[in-house]
C-alpha cells in the first residue's frame, strides 16, 4: 500500500466526517423549515376550506331563496355548480404551482461536493499519470 495515500487518508477523514455533520445539520434546518411550511400551510386550508364552505353555502341558499319560485330556478343552481367548479379548478392549480422542495439545500451541498471531490480526483490522477510519464521517459 502507497504510504502517500495512507496520509491522504489520514487527512481526509476528519473532513469527510465534518461534512457528514455539515449534512446531518442541514437536513435537521430543512426538516425543521419543511415542518414549519406544512404547518403554516395546513392552517391556511383550514380556515380557508371552513370559512368557505360557509360562505359559499349561505350563497347558494340566497340564491336558491331568490330563484324558489321564479322561472329561472333551475339555471341559478346550474350556474352555481360551473363557478364551484371552477373555484375548485384554479384552488387545485393553485396548490400544484406552489411546491416547497424538501432538502433543497441539503441537495445543492450534496451536488457541490461531488463536483468538488471529482475535480480533486481528477487533478490527482493526472498527476499520477504525468509522474508516471516521467518516471518512464527516466527509464528510457
Known amino acids: 500500500m502507497d504510504f502517500r495515500m495512507l496520509g491522504s487518508l489520514q487527512?481526509?477523514?476528519?473532513?469527510?466526517?465534518?461534512?457528514?455533520?455539515a449534512y446531518v445539520e442541514l437536513v435537521e434546518q430543512d426538516l425543521a423549515m419543511a415542518k414549519a411550511v406544512?404547518?403554516?400551510r395546513l392552517r391556511l386550508l383550514l380556515i380557508?376550506?371552513?370559512?368557505?364552505?360557509?360562505?359559499?353555502?349561505?350563497?347558494?341558499?340566497v340564491v336558491i331563496a331568490l330563484t324558489w319560485d321564479g322561472?329561472?330556478?333551475i339555471l341559478a343552481i346550474a350556474?352555481?355548480?360551473?363557478?364551484?367548479?371552477?373555484?375548485?379548478?384554479?384552488?387545485?392549480t393553485s396548490l400544484a404551482r406552489k411546491r416547497h422542495?424538501?432538502?433543497?439545500?441539503?441537495?445543492?451541498?450534496w451536488r457541490a461536493d461531488r463536483e468538488l471531490l471529482n475535480s480533486i480526483l481528477s487533478?490527482?490522477?493526472?498527476?499520477?499519470?504525468?509522474?508516471?510519464?516521467?518516471?518512464?521517459s527516466e527509464r528510457a
Open 101 to 109: 422542495e424538501p432538502f433543497a439545500a441539503v441537495k445543492r451541498e
Open 11 to 21: 487527512h481526509a477523514i476528519p473532513v469527510v466526517f465534518r461534512h457528514l455533520d
Open 38 to 40: 406544512a404547518v403554516s
Open 48 to 61: 380557508l376550506g371552513m370559512s368557505g364552505f360557509f360562505a359559499l353555502l349561505m350563497v347558494c341558499a
Open 123 to 136: 487533478r490527482e490522477d493526472s498527476h499520477e499519470s504525468a509522474t508516471e510519464n516521467m518516471a518512464f
Open 71 to 73: 322561472q329561472y330556478r
Open 79 to 92: 350556474l352555481m355548480l360551473g363557478v364551484f367548479a371552477l373555484a375548485a379548478i384554479g384552488s387545485a
